[in-house]
């Protein structure tokens, strides 16, 4: 039984430019958040989406958007990327009434 | 400003003996709690949670206590193992408010030696 699935698990990209990361929740499951671990720190949550629909918004620029497909999976952008965007992103899901959150193991994205 | 803290960045701990991990918080709305333990290189791992109305949950070798009033928790690990070493998260949520994002703290390194 697959957990969460993230792709790419690494990431180089330059200041200025855009990147998308995406998230397979588990099966059955039909909410999707996304948190930022930068290091030394504990992750911080971005969006929630549940049903395809934002649920939720961290203290985020508008720089940092998502979305969420029929099937369930999410997508996170980032435009103009910054260095201070450098961060492990992870992705969580959660079923129905489920307080439990499963995360995946994240994106490492490096800003140079 | 931070709604979860862990004051404690590290914790070394004989192989055996109880580890204890303490948390704090100052939302009072916060009602839901859970830890996560997380591997280099690998997402945070659910490990326990305790909800608002009960003081104690246990789930074999690890237990979380909850005071309201001091607005303080602390998970408890016995007897603790070389496998326990990761760092640990702890988080809050009010899920029963509509609220459901997990806030979390930065973290305590436990290490376990041998």
Not at chain 1, 22 to 39: E, F, T
Request: aromatic share 12%.
């Amino acid at each position: 039984d697959a957990g969460v699935t993230q792709s790419p698990t690494h990431l180089i990209k330059t200041r200025g430019q855009h990147v998308t990361l995406r998230c397979s929740p588990i099966s059955g499951h039909k909410s999707v958040s996304w948190y930022q671990q930068v290091l030394g720190q504990g992750p911080q949550f971005i969006f929630q989406y549940y049903e395809k629909e934002e649920r939720g918004r961290g203290n985020f620029p508008d720089r940092f958007s998502a979305r969420q497909f029929p099937n369930y999976s999410s997508e996170l952008n980032v435009n103009a990327l910054l260095l201070g965007d450098s961060a492990l992103y992870l992705c969580a899901s959660s079923g129905t009434g489920n307080l439990g959150y499963t995360f995946g193991s994240g994106t490492r994205l490096t800003v140079v | 400003d931070q709604q979860v803290k862990q004051n404690s960045p590290s914790l070394s701990v004989q192989e055996g003996r109880i580890s204890i991990l303490n948390c704090d918080y100052t939302n009072s709305m916060f009602d839901y709690f859970l830890w996560y333990k997380k591997y280099p290189a690998e997402g945070p791992t659910f490990l326990i949670s305790i909800s608002s109305i009960k003081d104690k949950n246990e789930d074999g070798r690890f237990t979380v206590f909850l005071n309201k009033s001091a607005k303080h928790l602390s998970l408890h690990i016995v007897p603790s193992q070389p496998g326990d070493s990761a760092v640990y998260f702890c988080a809050a949520t009010a899920p029963y408010s509509g609220n459901t994002p997990l806030v979390f703290g930065k973290g305590t390194r436990l290490s376990v030696i041998a």
